[in-house]
C-alpha cells in the first residue's frame, strides 16, 4: 500500500520561500499522481495542484498560479512543493495527497501535513 | 470554478442517531465526487467515492447518494467515533471542497 511521509514544520518570514516533500513507499513516484492540500488553522482544505494523468502536466489552481511549483524526483520516490513570496495568509498545514495512476481517482492516502508558519 | 456548499455548518447528535449531510455543487458535476472524514490533528481519509462508493475499510453505516449537483452523506447511526468533520470533494472541473459539516456531540 501506498505510505507517504512529509518533511518537518516550517517557519518562513514573509517574502521567503519554503519546500515541502513527500516521501513515496509501497509505490513508485511514477505510478502516481501527486496532489498538494493545504489548510489553514481552524479553516477547510483548499486543493493547490497536482499532475494531471491524462494531460501529463502538473495543473494549478489559479489562486497559486505563479507562485507555487510542483516538482518531483523520480529516482528518491519524492515529490515537492515549492511555495514563493510567503504571506502570513500562507500559514498552514500542507498536505500531499496521491492518487494511483489508472486505478483510482481520489486522494488516498495522504501526508500525514507539514505545518508551515509565515512570520516576522 | 465549481463551488461546493455543504450544509449544515454544524450537526449536533447522539451516539445512535442517523446524521445527514448535504453538499450542493454549483454546476453538474455527474458523480465525480467523493467525501473526506478529518478528525483534528490528522489528515483527512477518504469515505466515499464517485458519489456512492465506500472506500476500503469503510463501515456500512457510512453511505453516500446523488448525482448532478445535489449530494447527501447519511452515517446511519453515529459511533463515538464518528463525531468529525466532513468534507465534499468534486474533481469534474480541477478539485474543489466543500467547506466542511462539523458532526458533533450533542
Not at chain 2, 4 to 28: D, I, N, V, Y
Amino acid at each position: 500500500q501506498v505510505q507517504l511521509v512529509q518533511s518537518g514544520a516550517e517557519v518562513k518570514k514573509p517574502g521567503a520561500s519554503v519546500k515541502v516533500s513527500c516521501k513515496v513507499s509501497g509505490y513508485t513516484l511514477t505510478e502516481l499522481s501527486m496532489h498538494w492540500v493545504r489548510q489553514a488553522p481552524g479553516k477547510g482544505l483548499e486543493w493547490m495542484g497536482g499532475f494531471d494523468p491524462e494531460d501529463g502536466e502538473t495543473i494549478y489552481a489559479q489562486k497559486f498560479q505563479g507562485r507555487v511549483t510542483m516538482t518531483e524526483d523520480t529516482s528518491t520516490d519524492t515529490a515537492y512543493m515549492e511555495l514563493s513570496s510567503l504571506r502570513s495568509e500562507d500559514t498552514a498545514v500542507y498536505y500531499c495527497a496521491t492518487i494511483i495512476t489508472g486505478m483510482t481517482y481520489w486522494f488516498d492516502p495522504w501526508g500525514q501535513g507539514t505545518l508551515v508558519t509565515v512570520s516576522s | 470554478e465549481i463551488v461546493l456548499t455543504q450544509s449544515p455548518a454544524t450537526l449536533s447528535l447522539s451516539p445512535g442517531e442517523r446524521a445527514t449531510l448535504s453538499c450542493r455543487a454549483s454546476q453538474s458535476v455527474s458523480s465525480y465526487l467523493a467525501w473526506y472524514q478529518q478528525k483534528p490533528g490528522q489528515a483527512p481519509r477518504l469515505l466515499i467515492y464517485d458519489a456512492s462508493n465506500r472506500a476500503t475499510g469503510i463501515p456500512a453505516r457510512f453511505s453516500g447518494s446523488g448525482s448532478g449537483t445535489d449530494f447527501t452523506l447519511t452515517i446511519s447511526s453515529l459511533e463515538p467515533e464518528d463525531f468529525a468533520v466532513y468534507y465534499c470533494q468534486q474533481r469534474s472541473n480541477y478539485v474543489t471542497f466543500g467547506q466542511g459539516t462539523k458532526v458533533e456531540i450533542k
